[in-house]
């Protein structure tokens, strides 16, 4: 589905959502950990990945493949929400259902990493 160029990138995005997915299961990460793994997938997302991948991919996947890099975009802004919400939650059980919700948050973007390397599923 992308060019081959674009792989190395992508495995690279792919490879920091499945460590801090690790991160936020085994071990307890503060909110200001949190918040520069997100930034830092963001501008990878936003300076590696969507601008190339909008300008080269052409054909009958441009379309799936804009779809997919909205679906990112949205889920990495949600995700920078609930490690907001995590900083402000006052009660344990509050800040683990943030936790739960950013995992799955996690999971949903590695899906999108799959799709896009052609490892459909």
Do not use: W
């Not at 190339?52 to 975009?73: F, K, M, N």
């Amino acid at each position: 589905m992308l060019p081959f160029t674009h792989h190395q990138n992508l495995q690279q995005f792919q490879q920091a959502l499945i460590d801090l997915q690790q991160q936020t299961v085994l071990t307890e990460l503060s909110p200001v950990q949190l918040r520069k793994s997100v930034q830092t997938l963001q501008t990878l997302f936003q300076q590696q990945l969507s601008p190339l991948l909008a300008e080269e991919v052409t054909g009958e996947d441009a379309p799936r493949v804009s779809s997919i890099l909205t679906e990112i975009h949205k889920q990495l802004q949600l995700l920078a929400m609930d490690v907001t919400f995590l900083q402000v939650s006052r009660q344990s059980a509050t800040g683990q259902q943030r936790l739960t919700q950013m995992r799955d948050r996690l999971s949903t973007l590695l899906r999108y990493c799959q799709i896009l390397l052609g490892a459909e599923c």
